[in-house]
T-cell receptor, first 115, second 112 residues
Framework: NAGVTQTPKFRVLKTGQSMTLLCAQDMNHEYMYWYRQDPGMGLRLIHYSVGEGTTAKGEVPDGYNVSRLKKQNFLLGLESAAPSQTSVYFC??????????????FGPGTRLLVL | RKEVEQDPGPFNVPEGATVAFNCTYSNSASQSFFWYRQDCRKEPKLLMSVYSSGNEDGRFTAQLNRASQYISLLIRDSKLSDSATYLCVVNRFHFGNEKLTFGTGTRLTIIP
């Protein structure tokens, strides 16, 4: 199993450009998440999905959109990149059972620099 | 006040020593607690869950104090490979869905 993979690993964008980050998991997990990690801020939840075809806003959703068309994939889109979106983006997945939080498995991260 | 607070460190500890971190959380409705480990420029990985009765995994011991709303992690006989950032993570259900809140992490460096 590859676990959770993210594409690309690193990207440089100019302000106003758009891009899509791809997250894929092969563990048949129901839940998937997108976080961003900034120095001194910890991991912050952007959007998440509790199943195929469903998405929900997290703590910092502005400027991002997501889609979960297939259970194994969770896409994060930036429609018009801004320097404030320079960050490290982590995707994670989990398979909650009995309403109890289960381990979240993280991808290796995508480093995004917006100039 | 942040929902989860940790001492950012850095903690510089000699190899073989014992080191302890604390973490406080503000929401009394929090239900599950974890310690994650994050190596430099890598993704976070689960170190251990934290149970009310306290739990141990080898050299690592986690404690939960619900009354005071804090979680602790104790590392005994520290190894060079323990150098990492340790993230305190708290979970609660929010409108039927899980909400994990991560602390900013405590950075630990083990010195030879």
């Amino acid at each position: 199993n590859a676990g959770v993979t993210q594409t690309p690993k690193f990207r440089v964008l100019k302000t106003g450009q758009s891009m899509t980050l791809l997250c894929a998991q092969d563990m048949n997990h129901e839940y998937m998440y997108w976080y961003r990690q900034d120095p001194g801020m910890g991991l912050r939840l952007i959007h998440y999905s509790v199943g195929e075809g469903t998405t929900a806003k997290g703590e910092v959703p502005d400027g991002y959109n997501v889609s979960r068309l297939k259970k194994q994939n969770f896409l994060l889109g930036l429609e018009s990149a801004a320097p404030s979106q320079t960050s490290v983006y982590f995707c994670a997945s989990s398979y909650p059972t009995s309403g109890v939080a289960e381990t979240q498995y993280f991808g290796p991260g995508t480093r995004l620099l917006v100039l | 006040r942040k929902e989860v607070e940790q001492d950012p460190g850095p903690f510089n500890v000699p190899e073989g020593a014992t080191v302890a971190f604390n973490c406080t959380y503000s929401n009394s409705a929090s239900q599950s607690f974890f310690w994650y480990r994050q190596d430099c420029r890598k993704e976070p990985k689960l170190l251990m869950s934290v149970y009310s009765s306290g739990n141990e995994d080898g050299r690592f011991t986690a404690q939960l104090n619900r009354a005071s709303q804090y979680i602790s992690l104790l590392i005994r006989d520290s190894k060079l490979s323990d150098s990492a950032t340790y993230l305190c993570v708290v979970n609660r259900f929010h409108f039927g869905n899980e909400k994990l809140t991560f602390g900013t992490g405590t950075r630990l460096t083990i010195i030879p």
